[in-house]
């Protein structure tokens, strides 16, 4: 019987085959006739060894099997085969670059073997990284997309490795290459890019130093299919042919020595129809290359624009040069202690700022040093990452009449976390809120004791959303109350909570089932992000 053949049959009938197959054997080992008395003892020895033999081979035989059978029996082999490849696309995760990380459960036993290496989205993640795994990943995906990841100072080492790439270009969906040192690398690396890439989709070139010599008259971008969507630059000019491009929705540039002109880069936006986010981080060569000669801000198409301030002169030239639509997203964030965002805000023109269609939205990371954020209506987040509490009274957030989400990223190293001064969250500057969203490791019971403890404030909150928060069975009985208790009131009823945790520190199946009778939408997941759309 086969192996597969065993795997549908129930626990007692694989006994009872396994005995019936014993039971036989051992019956054909009682009806081999005995020698008569007055055989040569060398004769009756030597059917003694055959039948010894005979023995062992049937032992042999029947002791691997028994094992196989034996392990369908553990519940890790009674999965559907399709769970397991579900599971080992979690295990990869957002930062993975190859199948590295899948490799253990592929040793579990043949049956994970079978499943795992049978799915081709499994080893999708290309890196040249490994050139074993590369070869075997190849061999197993098939003709799915791929996601590659070049790494240009392995590929100075071992150039012959991505020769195993060459049947596969056409299939390449997402194109990440790191450790540039020149545009004539990459052609070295792929000499017929991007022609020969024409379902590209996504493509990350990343150059880590501002010194890198680009030669300008070489420009391979000038045949990039209309596929592409997604394209990343970190210290890579912009190229003519790039600042042609006009399908692409997501653009990330990060220059930290950038030489065009902020005219340039707002024809690019302009012109761009289809973009629709945004996120730039550039620090000009020269001060005069970050004004613009435009009367106006340029108006365009982004639903989302990020402005990672390096400088604040950059930041509010940036903020001041480009008009946002109505409804867009406007981030403005910072990881430098002393850039001084407090200036930011106030040295960009407010009335710019304030003419934003609501709902806008307003975010910065920093270190809180007394910072007076105003205006415009619409969405806020503030995110910090301070050493000790979050100091709400340190920025009075004026005018909030009409804030209707309020995300809060507080990201404080362990180290510096204190169970003292914990903040407390005022909701009474967001009379209009719908959305709350708490990024933070925090004991809600006492973020939020002020919120739960009066159900009919904030008559229009109706989604709370919580990441890496720490829920205690307390809080879920508080938040189960004050749901209960909105629907008597006449504040709008609580629709959707969201809870999302990295490790899975959620509150109990029975918790989670008490505040489903209250709430139509109670969404737990494991997770780094919160939903964009809550």
């Not at 100091?391 to 309020?406: A, I, S």
Request: net charge neutral; proline share 8%.
């Amino acid at each position: 019987m086969s192996l597969e053949a065993a795997r549908n049959l129930s626990i007692p009938d694989l006994f009872r085959v396994l005995n019936e197959k014993l039971n036989l054997e051992c019956t054909r080992l009682q009806e081999t006739p005995l020698l008569p008395v007055v055989t040569p003892a060398s004769e009756v020895e030597s059917k003694i060894l055959s039948i010894e033999d005979k023995a062992r081979d049937i032992l042999e035989k029947f002791i691997p099997s028994f094992r196989n059978l034996w392990n369908l029996l553990q519940p890790v082999n009674r999965l559907p085969q399709e769970i397991l490849p579900h599971i080992a696309r979690h295990l990869l995760g957002e930062n993975a670059v190859d199948a590295r990380p899948v490799i253990p459960m592929t040793h579990v036993c043949r049956y994970w073997r079978e499943s795992i290496i049978s799915a081709p989205e499994i080893w999708t993640l290309i890196s040249n990284s490994q050139s074993e795994l590369m070869t075997r990943s190849l061999a197993r995906v098939k003709a799915s997309r791929l996601s590659v990841s070049i790494d240009m100072h392995s590929f100075r080492v071992d150039p012959g490795t991505l020769g195993l790439l060459t049947p596969y270009l056409q299939n390449i969906d997402s194109l990440n290459v790191s450790d540039l040192m020149g545009i004539e690398e990459l052609t070295r690396a792929l000499p017929a890019f991007p022609q020969s890439t024409p379902n590209l989709r996504s493509l990350k070139l990343h150059c880590a130093y501002t010194s890198a010599k680009w030669n300008p008259t070489v420009d391979p971008f000038g045949s990039l299919g209309r596929t592409l969507k997604r394209l990343s630059l970190l210290n890579v000019p912009l190229y003519p042919s790039i600042l042609s491009l006009g399908n692409l929705t997501d653009l990330n540039l990060r220059h930290y020595s950038f030489d065009d002109r902020m005219d340039t880069l707002l024809t690019f936006l302009e012109h761009n129809r289809s973009l629709e986010k945004a996120t730039l981080d550039i620090r000009f060569t020269e001060a005069s290359h970050r004004l613009s000669r435009r009367a106006a801000p340029t108006a365009n198409s982004l639903r989302h624009l990020s402005i990672l301030c390096n400088h604040p002169m950059n930041a509010q030239a940036l903020v001041s040069s480009i008009a946002l639509r109505r409804g867009a997203h406007l981030e403005i964030s910072s990881l430098d202690r002393n850039t001084g965002l407090n200036d930011v805000l106030s040295d960009i023109s407010l009335a710019h700022l304030s003419n934003l269609p609501s709902p806008a939205f307003l975010g910065y990371e920093s270190y809180p040093r007394n910072i007076r954020l105003r205006g415009p209506n619409g969405s806020f987040s503030f995110s910090c990452f301070p050493s000790a509490g979050i100091p709400f009274e340190e920025f009075p957030l004026l005018p909030l009449t009409n804030v209707r989400e309020f995300r809060l990223r507080h990201r404080t190293p362990q180290r510096h976390r204190s169970s003292h001064n914990l903040p407390v969250f005022n909701p009474s500057p967001f009379p209009a809120l719908e959305t709350l969203a708490v990024e933070c490791d925090i004991d809600l019971l006492q973020f939020l004791s002020t919120l739960l403890s009066k159900p009919p404030i904030l008559p229009s909150l109706k989604t709370l959303a919580f990441l890496n928060c720490v829920i205690t069975e307390e809080f879920m009985e508080k938040l189960t109350q004050f749901a209960s208790d909105r629907v008597n009131t006449t504040s709008a009823r609580l629709h959707h909570v969201v809870i999302v945790h990295e490790n899975g520190m959620f509150p109990s199946a029975a918790s989670i089932h008490a505040l489903g009778k209250h709430v139509p939408v109670v969404d737990v997941r494991f997770g780094t992000i919160l939903p964009v759309d809550l």
